[in-house]
């Protein structure tokens, strides 16, 4: 049982450059979500998924895409980099969206020049 | 007003003390979630609470439902428990949850 297992954990990209963070999870979790954290302004949710097919913003979803065509994998794109995108990254899950603990990746460490 | 605030921001205490990290909130919830991190690491769940009072080891998470308030207690504090402490909110009938800003712990040998 991995858990939630992110990848990368450092990547630096250049302004305009695209990617993809991915998020796996092997606990049959209903939920996932991605969040960007900033020194002073905590965890704020970009995207978040409560199951294969659903997916719906959050607080702060622009520049950023997702997809979610199996329950296992949640992936996050960056469509267009740019220096504020710079933050680090982490993707979370849970058995369901009311009461279910939480599960954290390891996060990513995101650079954009 | 966030809707969820944490206090203190940062505490600085020796290693034996007994600490209090509180969380007030401003909206009806589902569950409250007390959340560790680690200088540079990833985030562990350490405590989801909807009513009442949870012990592990420990540390301690307690819920007033009436008040909109939880804490957070250390007993014994250790320097490895040094780390930022967050409280996180879901409320009813939403699918997001709400964090609070963090209280980053220190505790000196």
């Known amino acids: 049982n991995a858990g939630v297992t992110q990848t990368p954990k450092f990547q630096v990209l250049k302004t305009g450059q695209s990617m993809t963070l991915q998020c796996a999870q092997d606990m049959n979790h209903e939920y996932m979500s991605w969040y960007r954290q900033d020194p002073g302004m905590g965890l704020r949710l970009i995207h978040y998924?409560?199951?294969?097919?659903?997916?719906d913003q959050g607080e702060v979803p622009n520049g950023y895409n997702v997809s979610r065509s199996t329950t296992e994998d949640f992936p996050l794109r960056l469509l267009s980099a740019a220096p504020s995108q710079t933050s680090v990254y982490f993707c979370a899950s849970s058995f369901d969206r009311a009461t279910g603990e939480l599960f954290f990746g390891e996060g990513s460490r995101l650079t954009v020049l | 007003k966030n809707e969820v605030e944490q206090s203190p921001q940062n505490l600085t205490a020796q290693e034996g003390e007994f600490i209090t990290i509180n969380c007030s909130y401003s909206v009806g919830i589902s569950a409250l979630h007390w959340l560790q991190q680690h200088p540079g690491g990833g985030i562990v769940s350490l405590f989801m609470?909807?009513?009442g009072k949870k012990k592990h080891g420990r540390l301690i998470a307690t819920i007033n439902i009436q008040e909109k308030h939880s804490s957070l207690h250390i007993t014994a504090s250790h320097p490895r428990d040094s780390a930022v402490y967050i409280c996180?909110?879901?409320?009813?009938?939403?699918?997001?949850?709400?964090f609070g800003q963090g209280t980053r712990l220190t505790i000196n040998p």
């Open positions: 996180a909110v879901r409320s009813r009938g939403a699918q997001k949850l709400v």
């Open positions: 609470l909807s009513s």
């Open positions: 998924s409560v199951g294969a097919g659903i997916t």
